[in-house]
């Protein structure tokens, strides 16, 4: 009889709960989230501890390297070959020099370089005038030495500019005479510049086997 009872009872129980409690299936085993990889209606199921990317979302930005200064790296850049520009360089003239008499002064000169002398009168400045006491002609291979002039050697030049001297002092004094003169002096001068030397081909030369 009591186990009749027990089990009467428990049926009770068990119809009362089911008509007051609903239990659903789906509260015990909840939906698993659905992650969408790809533009597929498929979709594919992921654990709840599981990161969730979407297609949509952006790659984060990575930082930029860092390096030291012993290797960071060093781009070399090579400039452009420019083209290259053909120049005509004018023929070299003969390397000669000569030693003209001017007045009473001898003077070594050569072609393309200025002179100073002594005051050449009647000349003026953009004048040309030609020294014929040519007493010798040199060049790098040759020597034409004059007897005592090169005949028909001439040397070219023009007048660039007529000029003074520095100033000489010139101081006299005589002792217990009071008497002092203290007198400045700067002596004119004419500056040429040579232009040419010719004429001297057609002379002996002396040259080195010879001597």
């Known amino acids: 009889m009591a ?7 428990a049926l009770f129980l068990c119809s009362h709960l089911k008509l007051h409690c609903r239990v659903s299936p789906a509260l015990h085993n909840p939906p698993l989230p659905s992650l ?4 597929s209606k498929k979709p594919i199921l992921a654990s709840p501890h599981s990161l969730w990317f979407s297609s949509k979302q952006k790659n984060p930005p990575l930082a930029p390297p860092r390096f030291s200064e012993a290797e960071a790296p060093v781009l ?19 390397e000669v020099f000569a030693v003209v008499m001017i007045g009473s002064r001898q ?19 953009n004048d040309k005038i030609i020294l014929n ?4 002609v040199g060049t790098k291979t040759s ?11 001439a ?29 400045g002096h700067r002596q004119p001068n004419t500056r040429i510049r040579i232009t040419g030397i010719t004429g001297y081909q057609d002379s002996p030369a002396v040259t080195l086997n010879s001597l």
């Open 133 to 136: 006491k040519v007493l010798l």
């Open 36 to 39: 969408s990889l790809s533009n």
């Open 76 to 94: 070399e850049v090579q400039p452009e070959p420019e083209p290259a520009q053909i120049v005509s360089q004018a023929p070299k003239r003969e």
């Open 155 to 183: 040397v070219h030049a023009v007048v660039e500019e007529q000029g003074l001297d520095p100033k000489v002092i010139v101081f006299k004094y005589k002792k217990k005479k009071k008497y002092r003169r203290n007198i």
């Open 107 to 125: 003077y070594i000169v050569f072609p393309g370089r200025y002179i100073h002398t002594q005051r050449l009168k009647g000349a003026n400045v």
């Open 143 to 153: 020597t034409y030495i004059g007897k005592p002039v090169v005949p028909n050697t």
């Open 3 to 9: 186990c009749c009872s027990t089990t009467s009872s």
